[in-house]
């Protein structure tokens, strides 16, 4: 069974720009997290979705924004980009939403310039 | 909100030597999560404990959930160089809350 995909890998992007990032969660899981990794404040929940629908939102300002498709994809889209949006983002997925196993993509590396 | 706390933010052992991280959280939690990310990858879950007191082992790996579901810890027994990465608890004060992952501890094992 394939694992999670997300793509691109890596991303280079300037300031004020916009950037989407994808994840194919593991086929059957209909449940698809988002985190952000920086070195200084860890892994920080973005958004959780399932079935299409936002369960829970983590704190951040509303230039992230999510969304998931019918069959389970889901993206994330950050506008108006900073020099603090530069991190690693990873994307879980679970078969169900709750307290499941999680299984993560290796993740795509934004750099912001 | 919910915090979750973990100690030590580093280890560094000898191999062999024995290791434990523990995740302390504010509130009584629902279950906890841990999961490990090797240098360079991404997080890889490696056990649920759901029922007060309870212990599970895997291996070297000992995991444990506190009486009172506020705490856990992750012992490793002779340590190896593949236990080098950071080891994250995880966990939710209900199924329908949002993760909360603590700061993470990073063990390096020196051969």
């Known amino acids: 069974k394939a694992g999670v995909t997300q793509t691109p890998r890596y991303l280079i992007k300037t300031r004020g720009q916009q950037v989407t990032l994808s994840c194919s969660p593991i086929?059957?899981?209909?449940?698809v997290s988002w985190y952000q990794q920086t070195p200084g404040q860890g892994l920080q929940f973005l958004f959780e979705?399932?079935?299409?629908?936002?369960?829970n939102k983590g704190n951040f300002p509303g230039r992230f924004s999510g969304r998931q498709f019918s069959n389970s994809r889901s993206e994330m889209n950050v506008s108006t980009l900073e020099l603090g949006d530069s991190a690693l983002y990873l994307c879980?997925?679970?078969?169900?939403?709750?307290?499941?196993?999680?299984?993560f993509g290796q993740g795509t590396r934004l750099t912001v310039v | 909100g919910q915090q979750v706390m973990q100690i030590p933010q580093y280890q560094h052992v000898q191999e062999g030597e024995d290791f434990t991280t523990y995740c302390n959280s504010s509130?009584?939690?629902?279950?906890i999560q841990w999961y490990k990310q090797r240098p360079g990858g991404h997080p890889v879950f490696l056990i649920q404990l759901v029922k007060s007191g309870e212990v599970k082992k895997q291996k070297r790996l000992t995991f444990q959930f506190g009486e009172a579901k506020k705490n856990s810890s992750l012992h490793i027994t002779a340590t190896q160089t593949t236990d080098v990465g950071t080891y994250f608890c995880?966990?939710?004060?209900?199924?329908?809350?949002?993760?909360?992952f603590g700061p993470g501890t990073s063990l390096s094992v020196i051969p």
């Open positions: 879980a997925s679970s078969f169900q939403e709750g307290n499941t196993e999680a299984f």
């Open positions: 995880a966990d939710r004060e209900t199924s329908y809350d949002k993760v909360i």
């Open positions: 086929s059957g899981h209909r449940s």
């Open positions: 509130t009584t939690l629902s279950n």
């Open positions: 979705y399932f079935s299409e629908t936002q369960r």
